[in-house]
């Protein structure tokens, strides 16, 4: 028993001297390929095996050893290749021992081979484990039981008295040992292949990249980031900080950086100006995540900076190409598609019917150019994220009864129908309702295109589990053809069908829909069937409105309710309000003036229908006031109703020269003729032709957009802000269209000239997405609305302005 023991012993001696001189080898090996790798060790394993059976001690004819955790070693770790080395060459040389246990001998060595291989493959799919080695150490150990089944029985009761304990002990132990000491070889092998590689990557990085202790010290660096901060090498930077190398201010504003990734414990980043050691001046992409150790607490800072001065440029340079081609191309094409459609709508007078079709023609073909390039302006801006969204929670069904309504025209030769079946009805959503109808235009103008004539468009609105609410454009058209399918969201991507080539489009639709709709935070997708129809569905989050506040916020400023405007001149407070109470009543707003001073200075800052004048004001004339407002080139015809206690002296004074004086009331007033006053006076102004300053560079769009107009109106050109500054001075104008790219500056600039009173439109190549609050009652860009769609606003806001102080004064 003891020969036993001490042979098994000396056998795990040998086991462990031999792991051990192999993986002294192993390093060098690492340049084969895996293939030979295990081959390699197939072979150490055999000769292992080997030298194991020619060393161990014979047992009636049996040789009692650890071959098993050789070969078991070879196939779990070395796969196919080294299970068949090793297991050929272990049973050649057990049957070359020969002896009464030769066949049990060998079948013991393919057993083991087979348990091995298992393993192997059992662990093949994910990380190998200390259980695993353990598990496979069991199973060889036990696995050597089976050879007893083939001994014969008169020599298997003295071998299992003498041998079977002391084999499983050892078999099991040379089979962890062996395993422990390769698994650990293996691990790291690859954790020094890891390590080469991560050097060589950050060695070899342009960019910057370095760690830094809490305290702002380089603890390791790349050489650009030695570079970068002028150092001499990277050995120069350990131990050292910013302010070893920036100027103070620079290097406080880069430790605030790291603070802030400190104290959050999360990934900063920052796009920052920098000082390249070259000498220019650029632009950095910096990254500051915190470096944590092996239990999870922060302990410096990783930095990766990398320098994106080109793509600054190129963007500023994409930025500056979308602005030029807005300008250069939308003005232009405003001029050219408006002067079409005024022709094609007859207001040249009748054409030659091969003329006419001529001008369709072109008109068509100018629509189709103006569709393209407000495409490719559109998904150029979302993409480099120029363009801005105004989110505001409201009803959603009232940007798709717009669109609806925007769309019903097109292809009308078609006959398609839209129908708007509503089952969430006042839902709300956060939304900008001009994206919104912009995504819901192109899925309508899809739908129309791809739809046969006299078909039916539906839009369906509903909501859906999760607080989602579902819009859905669905047609009875032709479908997507399956091949198209994946690529139908991509820029310029159109089917290769005859229908759609025949339709043309720029492609671009889809892909802005997408665009905008993830912007908005919601999804977009489609179901289809070729032949019977196609359905996109836009799904967006619900939005709950919230109970109003019982009080208005502090510091709302009332906004212009749109009333005609008179001014009171009168020096008595009480007859004042009284005068303005009349005046609220009849529906007009008004301001007081108790003196002269306050008279004149209100008169030239707003716009006023009339004004009452009381002769005696604080001691001074009113008579004069008057005079002096005739004399002034601004409100010179304003008409004037005169109140007050001396109204029949003043009138003998003035004799002649009252001209533009309504009436004149005595006090107290009489509100019956105070009405038929403010009757006169509007009376008058709807006679008169509504004024209109035009403030445009291009002599085409002023054209055209006086053709649009036509000749129920009194159009002011002006092509700078001095000639519109100088026009405003002279005259009042009811309403002022200006473009925004001037020679001497931008329109916006004479916003701040003009009367509170005075509407707005602004009609330019330019895209605003800024507030402009209420000084600003409407935005339109070219190419997107023509001056058609310009005249009708035009004509709507003054039809409003007209009539609302009416209206109220009816009632």
């Keep these: 028993m003891t020969d036993i023991w001490h042979s098994l012993l000396a056998n795990l001696a040998l086991v462990s001297i031999l792991v051990v001189a192999w993986d002294l080898v192993a390093d060098f090996t690492g340049r084969f390929s895996r293939r030979m790798q295990s081959l390699l060790l197939g072979l150490v394993m055999c000769v292992g095996a080997v030298i194991s059976m020619a060393t161990a001690l014979s047992v009636s004819g049996f040789v009692v050893d650890l071959r098993a955790a050789f070969i078991a070693a070879a196939a779990f770790f070395g796969g196919w290749p080294a299970m068949l080395i090793a297991t050929a060459g272990s049973i050649a040389y057990r049957a070359h ?338 994206r919104l109808h912009q995504v819901m235009a192109n899925l309508l103008s899809n739908a129309i295109k791809f739809s046969h004539a006299d078909g039916t468009v539906t839009v369906k609105f509903q909501r859906r589990d999760g607080d989602m609410l579902r819009i859905s454009v669905m047609d009875q058209g032709t479908g997507i053809p399956e091949a198209f399918r994946g690529r139908i969201f991509g820029k310029f991507e159109q089917a290769d069908a005859s229908s759609t080539r025949k339709i043309g489009g720029t492609g671009l639709g889809l892909s802005i829909v997408k665009a905008i709709t993830e912007k908005l935070g919601g999804a977009i997708s489609f179901e289809t069937e070729e032949g019977k129809g196609t359905s996109f569905h836009l799904d967006l989050a619900e939005a709950r409105r919230h109970h109003p506040r019982p009080y208005p916020p502090p510091h709302l400023t009332r906004k212009p309710d749109g009333r005609l405007r008179v001014l009171i001149c009168e020096d008595e407070s009480d007859v004042a309000a009284v005068i303005a109470a009349l005046l609220d009543a009849e529906g007009f707003s008004s301001d007081i003036a108790p003196d002269i001073a306050t008279a004149t200075a209100l008169l030239r800052s707003r716009e006023y229908v009339a004004l009452t004048l009381d002769i005696k004001l604080a001691g001074e004339s009113g008579i004069k006031l008057f005079h002096d407002i005739r004399a002034s080139p601004v409100n010179s015809d304003i008409a004037v109703i005169v109140i007050s206690a001396v109204a029949d002296e003043a009138r003998g004074s003035l004799n002649g020269s009252a001209v533009g004086i309504v009436d004149w009331l005595e006090k107290p007033v009489d509100s019956k003729r105070l009405h038929a006053a403010l009757a006169k006076i509007l009376a008058g102004r709807t006679e008169q032709r509504p004024k209109i300053l035009h403030l445009e560079d291009d002599e085409g769009v002023l054209a055209v957009m006086s053709e649009g107009l036509g000749s129920g109106v009194s159009i002011t050109s002006a092509k700078t802000l001095k000639d519109a500054r100088e026009a405003i001075g002279r005259h009042r104008f009811d309403l002022v269209i200006l473009d925004i790219a001037l020679p001497d500056g931008s329109g916006l600039d004479l916003l701040a000239d003009l009367p509170l009173e005075t509407g707005v439109i602004v009609f330019s190549a330019a895209e605003l997405d800024q507030k402009l609050g209420d000084r600003v009652q409407a935005i339109l860009t070219k190419t997107k609305a023509s001056e058609i769609d310009v005249a009708k606003l035009v004509r709507s806001m003054l039809v409003s302005s007209r009539t609302q102080p009416a209206a109220h004064a009816k009632e």
Excluded at 400 to 421: F, H, P, T
């Design 97 to 434: 021992l020969g002896g009464q246990g030769a066949g049990a001998g060998v079948m013991g060595i393919l057993i083991t081979a087979i348990v091995g291989i298992a393993w192997h493959h059992f662990v093949a799919a994910r990380s190998r484990t200390m259980y695993d080695i353990f598990g496979l150490s069991v199973t060889v150990a036990l696995a050597g039981l089976i050879t007893l089944l083939v001994i014969p029985a008169q020599a298997l009761t003295g071998l299992v008295q003498q041998s079977t304990f002391p084999s499983l002990v050892f078999r099991f132990l040379s089979t962890i040992i062996i395993g422990v000491l390769l698994d650990r070889q293996q691990r790291r092998r690859e954790l020094l292949m890891s390590n080469m590689t991560y050097r060589a990557m950050v060695r070899e990085l342009p960019d910057c990249l370095n760690i830094k202790d809490v305290d702002g010290r380089f603890i390791a660096a790349n050489p650009a980031t030695a570079e970068m901060v002028r150092a001499a090498s990277v050995d120069d930077l350990i131990g050292k900080t910013d302010f070893d190398f920036y100027p103070r201010d620079v290097a406080e504003r880069f430790r605030q950086d790291e603070m802030g990734a400190l104290e959050a414990g999360q990934t900063l980043r920052i796009d920052q100006p920098a000082l390249f050691p070259d000498g220019r001046q650029g632009w950095l992409y910096t990254l500051k995540a915190p470096f944590r150790d092996e239990s999870g607490n922060i302990v410096g800072v990783i930095t990766y900076n990398r320098d994106i001065t080109e793509q600054k440029r190129t963007a500023q340079l994409k930025n500056d190409f979308i602005s030029t081609v807005s300008h250069e191309l939308r003005t232009p094409l405003t001029s050219i598609r408006g002067s079409l459609g005024l022709i094609a709508a007859g207001v040249a007078g009748e054409l030659p019917p091969k003329a006419a079709n001529l001008v369709n023609i072109a008109h068509t073909n100018s629509e189709r150019l103006v569709l393209l390039i407000n495409d490719i302006l559109d998904i150029e801006k979302i993409e480099s994220g120029v363009i801005t969204f105004k989110i505001k929670q409201m009803p959603v069904r009232q940007v798709l009864e717009q669109a609806i309504a925007a769309s019903s025209n097109y292809m009308a030769d078609s006959r398609i129908k839209i129908v708007l079946i509503d089952d969430a009805p006042r839902a709300e959503a956060n939304i900008d309702p001009d």
